[in-house]
């Protein structure tokens, strides 16, 4: 049995609850769950003032149910178990996970799974900026996990990461993959501008239509198939994520860069026919 929390509250103030993960939760009553401090704005209040709670989280599973799209940090630092948010979330979804999933059944805000090390998130709305990002100042954003978006996204996807999987179904804005160290960054919809400036490694696929002009750091490599984007893509699709079968097929123009940088990343183009 799932532990459902339902938010009642009803402000404009954020409310944060980081810190509130499944294993925390583990063999408490319902009584020392009630009780978790959360933020309200500035101040401090037990989590019933702002969420009825039922079940039990012995199986590791939190249901969230509501509108929490003023509620911050849900699933923040979690490193088992399952949450699963029936609508929309607010900013900082897994942000520093290192293992367990997280589903949001509607839209995420800014910052979903900023420095993750593991896990799974499924957004299966649109997502705000700096998806799997680095926070201001850190040396490196996102080192493992997976990110599925099957929206849209906003600016700087992918900030300094190293490690891991994001995909986005729909539209990314500007700067996508800025100073990528390592991992994949996969746009299915169109794309902003400055894609991949800055990256060291990694790789960024541009697969939709339209897709914005390369900076002049960048290097032409050559035109194939990459007989890895169908495996990538069917194993999207089976951990869920919204693409059509018609995009497993398709050439790639392949560059590499950013030059001014290491210069050992590459952007795949894809190429639509005539």
Known sequence: MALSLTYTGKTSVPVEIEGFTPTWAREKSLAEIE???????????????????????DDLRFDFEGDLSGVHWIG???????????GPAGRHVGSEMQAGKIRVEGDADGWVGAEMRGGFIHVCGNAGHLVGAAYRGSPKGMTGGTILVDGNAGNEIGLTMRRGMIAIGGSAGDMLGFNMIAGTVLVFGECGIRPGAGMRRGTLGLLGPNPPSLLPSFRYACTASPQVLPMIFKQLREQGLKIDESQFAGDCEIFNGDMVALGRGEIFVRTLPV
């Open 76 to 86: 923040a630092q979690m490193s088992e178990g399952e949450i699963h948010i029936h």
């Open 35 to 57: 009780r978790f401090e959360i933020f309200h704005g500035n101040q401090k209040l037990p989590l019933a003032e702002m969420f009825q709670v039922a079940g039990s989280a």
